[in-house]
């Protein structure tokens, strides 16, 4: 079976810093998708960045990049020029590739933002 | 942008009853999933809908659970007769008809049982 550890319950960065959350899993498989979702205080499950383990290439969103290391099943989340508004839980997730499998996550990391 | 809807926001039932939780998943999507998120606890895979019927279910998802999709828009989970321990954050979740599109997720319906 998939797991998802994400060993950091809570971390914090001050306003304008980089803070790099970090992410591991274990699978069998050879092809599947990795996530990070955030979840604000509002509730909401917000898809943050995708990586597909096909591509060798590091996946970047604006602020947001990951440091995918395939063969040590890592998936680190790195917020550059944090800001207030990224304050929120961070969740890492696994999905096997196929339209219709589930997600498995991580039990979250807690991330402060300090003015 | 199109958004998963669920109703209600806040649900409070007393145990044995039953309670249905409702999602409009996004319109031009066709998988559909429920998750629950126990207080301080992971996000976990109840179910998943493609074509009317469930494609894989967890442990949890018991004979108390089931899900519906009643017409071309809502999808519904039902707990038959609820207990203390089903109350949790549940989230509905849909995506399209492609392996590499993400789930994309609703605010999430808080079920209190008493």
């Known amino acids: 079976a998939q797991t998802v550890t994400q060993s950091q319950p809570e971390m914090s960065v001050q306003e304008a810093e980089t803070v790099t959350l970090s992410c591991t899993y274990d699978t069998s498989e050879s092809d599947y998708y990795l996530f990070w979702y955030k979840q604000p205080p509002s509730r909401q499950m917000i898809l943050v960045i995708r990586?597909?383990?096909?591509?060798?290439q590091n996946a970047t969103e604006n602020r947001f990049s990951v440091n995918f290391q395939k063969a040590a099943k890592s998936f680190s989340l790195k917020i550059s020029d944090s800001q207030l508004g990224d304050a929120a839980m961070y969740f890492c997730?696994?999905?096997?590739?196929?339209?219709?499998?589930?997600?498995?996550f991580g039990k979250g990391t807690l991330l402060t933002v300090n003015p | 942008e199109p958004e998963v809807t669920q109703t209600p926001s806040h649900q409070v039932t007393q145990m044995g009853q039953e309670v249905i939780l409702r999602c409009v998943p996004i319109?031009?999507?066709?998988?559909f999933y429920w998750y629950r998120q126990i207080l301080g606890q992971k996000v976990e895979f109840l179910v998943s809908?493609?074509?009317?019927?469930?494609?894989?279910k967890s442990e949890i998802f018991d004979d108390q659970f089931s899900v519906e999709r009643p017409d071309g828009s809502n999808f519904t989970l039902k707990i038959r007769s609820t207990k203390l321990e089903d109350s949790a954050m549940y989230f509905c979740a849909s995506s399209e008809n492609a392996s590499n599109q993400p789930q994309h997720f609703g605010d999430g319906t808080r079920l209190s049982i008493l």
């Open positions: 997730a696994y999905r096997r590739s196929g339209s219709n499998y589930k997600l498995t």
């Open positions: 990586q597909e383990a096909y591509k060798q």
């Open positions: 319109s031009n999507h066709l998988y």
């Open positions: 809908f493609y074509n009317n019927e469930i494609s894989e």
